[in-house]
Structure formats: structure tokens, C-alpha cells
């Protein structure tokens, strides 16, 4: 069984950091895109960052020079650096990552989402 999990979640002032962490888990046999997505209350849930196996990286304009994305290949792991963040930030950050993996019946691969951390922005 595969999973994306993340964490670093939390309560921050207008203004503060937080960093997000995705890590992928069980028999993983190679990672393709993988991309961060958040909720706010009341909203459709949006596309924040991508960023494939080589590092290449896109942002959703909201984000652009605040939010930093990266991987760490060797450790199936994907992060999130929030900086100058506000208000409209809140919302639970899910992670999503196509995975291929290893199973009893040979291999097999498809799109995963982890269960979501939230970041509440509040003075």
C-alpha cells in the first residue's frame, strides 16, 4: 500500500513562514509530477505548485515569489516553503503525486492525494 502524507501544518500570524512536507511511503518504484493543491472554507479546492522529477516548478500566480516548492528524490518527499503569507493562504494544503509502485501482482501506478494539513493565517 502506497500513501502521500503530509505534514507541517499550523496556526500563523499575517506576515510569518510555515514549510509543508509531502512524504510518499511504501513500495515506491518511481514518482512522477507531483503538486500541492489547497481548500479555503467555502471554496473549490486550487492548484498551488507542480514540480516534476527534475525540479522544473510552476505556481499559481497568487503564490508567485512567496512559495517556494522542492522535492528530495531520495527521500520520496516533496516540501513547501510559505513565506509572507495572509489571510487568503488559509486552507487545507493537500498533497498529490503520480506514483508507480511495487505490488504482489507485479507493478502497478496511479494518481494519489494525501489526507490534507491545515494552515490557518490569523493574528
Known amino acids: 500500500q502506497v500513501q502521500l502524507v503530509e505534514s507541517g501544518g499550523g496556526l500563523v500570524q499575517p506576515g510569518g513562514s510555515l514549510r509543508l512536507s509531502c512524504a510518499a511511503s511504501g513500495s515506491i518504484l518511481s514518482i512522477g509530477t507531483m503538486a500541492w493543491y489547497r481548500q479555503a472554507p467555502g471554496k473549490e479546492r486550487e492548484l498551488v505548485a507542480t514540480?516534476?522529477?527534475?525540479?522544473?516548478?510552476n505556481y499559481a500566480d497568487s503564490v508567485k515569489g512567496r512559495f517556494t516548492v522542492s522535492r528530495d528524490n531520495a527521500k520520496n518527499t516533496m516540501y513547501l516553503q510559505m513565506s509572507s503569507l495572509n489571510a487568503e493562504d488559509t486552507g487545507v494544503y493537500y498533497c498529490?503525486?503520480?506514483?508507480?509502485?511495487?505490488?504482489?501482482w507485479g507493478s502497478g501506478s496511479g494518481n494519489y492525494w494525501g489526507q490534507g494539513t491545515q494552515v490557518t493565517v490569523s493574528s
Open positions: 498529490n503525486a503520480y506514483l508507480g509502485f511495487r505490488a504482489a
Open positions: 514540480i516534476v522529477s527534475g525540479g522544473s516548478a
